[in-house]
């Protein structure tokens, strides 16, 4: 008896490992509905997606030499309350956004990541995932073909990482 109970035990935790590799989301958001951050949720409580994406695009217009994401972030009226900024991109699973935060990321599960574009000349879209004290808060889609806000090859970002404008790409690039 104890041995049916530890294999049906073990299957039970098996099942909810693999519920959480990624794949399909349907699966994973059912087995992990406690533990789950969508990355599609309208919820806005740092402030206005719209504002922040437009503060970036206006900082290219004006080809901002230096600024930080929390500068950036204020002049958008955002909340001060998050203390990562993590890069979320068509390749990014679970365990490798759990890898980028450089933290302990306090989730087991994410809905809505970035699927590929169907037309390979052009970039998917992709999404950057505020957090605070190592829970998710907030994410903004940039959805554009260009993004005025430009990762380089920063995984994340804290309030005070310098972003400089660059007229080559006109974007404002990560440090």
């Known amino acids: 008896m104890v041995r049916v109970s530890s294999v049906l035990l073990a299957v039970g935790v098996l099942s909810m490992v693999v519920?959480?590799?990624?794949?399909?989301?349907?699966?994973?958001?059912?087995?992990?509905?406690?533990?789950?951050?969508?990355l599609n949720s309208r919820s806005e409580p740092l402030g206005s997606t719209k504002a922040l994406v437009q503060a970036f695009e206006d900082a290219v217009e004006q080809q901002v030499d230096f600024t930080t994401m929390a500068e950036t972030a204020?002049?958008?009226?955002?909340?001060?309350?998050?203390?990562?900024?993590?890069?979320?991109?068509?390749?990014?699973?679970?365990?490798?956004?759990?890898?980028?935060?450089?933290?302990?990321?306090?989730?087991?599960?994410?809905?809505g990541l970035p699927k590929s574009n169907s037309n390979s000349d052009q970039p998917g879209p992709h999404a950057t995932l505020f957090?605070?004290?190592?829970?998710?808060?907030?994410?903004v889609w940039w959805n554009e073909p260009e993004s005025s806000l430009d990762f380089g090859s920063r995984e994340?970002?804290?309030?005070?990482?310098?972003?400089?404008y660059n007229p080559e790409s006109r974007t404002m690039r990560v440090e």
């Open 19 to 38: 519920a959480c590799v990624p794949g399909g989301s349907e699966s994973r958001g059912a087995a992990c509905t406690s533990q789950t951050f969508d």
């Open 74 to 111: 204020g002049r958008a009226g955002w909340s001060p309350e998050w203390d990562r900024v993590i890069y979320v991109g068509t390749l990014t699973t679970d365990e490798s956004l759990k890898r980028k935060s450089a933290t302990d990321l306090q989730l087991a599960c994410f809905v």
């Open 131 to 139: 957090l605070a004290g190592g829970k998710p808060v907030q994410a």
């Open 156 to 164: 994340f970002i804290l309030s005070d990482t310098p972003i400089r």
